[in-house]
């Protein structure tokens, strides 16, 4: 069993998430720089690229493309990158992660679900567009 994070850890990891949040671009490229792991996941499974993309700060999710970050990862809740992006109606993000990798069709909702049970229709667009694309 592993240890226990003590205060000051835990203190640490809550700032992070909170920079994603933010859309603390600057910093959170000085800390992946330092090493931070661009997939750091919190206790309901949301990585730092959830966050960024769900509080919609596109410069901050092209950071953690760029540095590595996973679209293909699923929060506790079977939601993505992608799908928060889709939600919050954010066509940079939404290319971002499109451009790396991010599957439409992932998730429970799915991105593609989002954009259509939202009834949004550019976000529909966008993705269409990108699997007219890979065709």
């Known amino acids: 069993m592993a240890e226990p994070l003590d205060d000051d850890t835990l203190a640490f990891a809550h700032r992070v998430f909170d920079l994603a949040r933010a859309g603390a671009a600057d910093e959170l490229s000085d800390l992946l720089e330092a ?28 950071l953690l493309l760029e540095r590595g970050a996973d ?3 699923v929060n506790d ?35 593609r679900e989002v954009a259509v049970f939202f009834e949004l229709a550019d976000m529909v667009e966008l993705l269409d567009g990108e699997e007219r694309a890979q065709s």
């Open 35 to 62: 090493g931070l792991p661009p997939n750091l996941t919190n206790d309901k499974g949301d990585t730092l690229l959830m966050l960024a993309s769900y509080q919609d700060h596109p410069t901050t999710v092209r």
């Open 71 to 73: 679209t293909a990862r």
């Open 77 to 111: 809740r079977g939601q993505t990158a992608l799908g928060a992006a889709v939600f919050r109606r954010s066509p940079a993000s939404v290319r971002s992660l499109l451009d790396h990798g991010a599957d439409p069709d992932l998730g429970s909702p799915s991105a």
